[in-house]
């Protein structure tokens, strides 16, 4: 069915046709969208001590607000990550951001963390159905300086700790000035045990991953490494969004129009494949690893657990293939885990 739509979205812009999709998902019978519901339970995966239903998640950007948690667990997402939520609510940045690279499969945005801050997806995520895996993404306000970035990243978990299964640090955006400075290791570690700290005096405790950019060279992603292992945190979601254009089919003409943000899509897949295997390569098993960029297919999922993923997510592939593409993706997985 979504390979009807989508033509029809594709003539809105893409924020609008963002909007009405979820609407869409909301309405009764939304589940023909992805020809089924939830994943068979041969695709389960157990990590972090928690027990995912399928190992495809929605990555963060795409329910903000945590709007839409119930209707996309219907369509057979086994984890749903909200954010990235800050403090205060903040408009993000000036429209148009967020653009569509047609001949690539690929996305450009600046949107600048639009939330309507933490306080309101608290509530609402107080009303999910049981049994959903939500993960919140957590970032700083654009006002607030580096300096003091660590109090809103407090500020957000504190007030989500009760009602989310996990936290994602995001310190990798692009469209945020100054953010990817705090993937430094000392602001970063200042951070991640502060949080640590906090989540070891709560009687329940939450796993804590570090959501890092794609551009990181190999010496930052070695600092990257020794931060987990310091930190203790559970592990490393990799990638963000890319500044880089390179290879690209969209002309030089269009991406000059367009002007900055974060690329996803297709053109992300070989480099965030890469960089999932680098890590696992130095990061050994129990410490997770949540690959996501360039995944439209069952294929390129596969491609980012045989590197050392334990669970991916979907973004931009699932604009351009529809939710079906979460059902191939169960489906393969569960083959591939018998073949393992």
């Not at 609008?16 to 068979?40: V, Y």
Request: glycine letters at 10%; charged letters at 20%.
């Amino acid at each position: 069915m979504y390979g009807l739509l989508r033509p029809l979205l594709f003539l809105l812009s893409p924020e609008k046709a963002h909007h009405l999709t979820f609407s869409l998902l909301e309405l009764p019978g939304a589940t023909a969208l992805s020809g089924g519901a939830a994943p068979p339970g041969t695709a389960a995966v157990e990590v972090m001590g928690l027990r995912f239903p399928g190992p495809v998640g929605l990555a963060a950007g795409m329910d903000k607000d945590a709007a839409h948690v119930n209707a996309l667990a219907r369509i057979g997402f086994g984890f749903i990550e909200v954010g990235t939520l800050t403090p205060l609510p903040q408009p993000g940045n000036d429209k148009p951001r967020l653009f569509r690279l047609k001949p690539d499969n690929a996305l450009i945005n600046r949107m600048g963390f639009n939330n309507g801050g933490v306080a309101a997806a608290l509530e609402r995520l107080k009303r999910r159905n049981p049994g959903i895996i939500v993960g919140g993404n957590i970032g700083k306000n654009k006002a607030t300086p580096n300096e003091r970035a660590i109090d809103d990243y407090v500020i957000c978990f504190e007030a989500l700790h009760a009602v989310v299964d996990y936290f994602v640090v995001n310190v990798s955006s692009p469209n945020t000035p100054g953010l990817r400075a705090l993937q430094e290791k000392g602001p970063l570690l200042e951070i991640l045990n502060e949080l640590k700290r906090r989540d070891a005096a709560k009687a329940v405790h939450r796993p804590i991953l570090l959501k890092i950019a794609p551009d990181l060279t190999d010496g930052q992603l070695d600092d990257i490494v020794a931060v987990v292992k310091e930190s203790g945190i559970a592990g490393v979601i990799a990638t963000n969004t890319t500044i880089a254009r390179d290879g690209l089919l969209t002309t030089k003409a269009t991406l000059e129009t367009i002007g900055a943000g974060g690329l996803s899509g297709a053109p992300l897949r070989a480099r965030s494949t890469a960089v999932v295997k680098y890590l696992r390569a130095r990061l050994p098993k129990p410490v997770v690893i949540i690959g996501v960029g360039g995944i439209d297919s069952a294929e390129a999922a596969l491609e980012k657990l045989e590197a050392g993923a334990d669970l991916v997510q979907v973004y931009t592939g699932l604009v351009y293939e529809g939710p079906k593409l979460i059902v191939r993706i169960n489906e393969e997985f569960a083959q591939w885990k018998i073949r393992q």
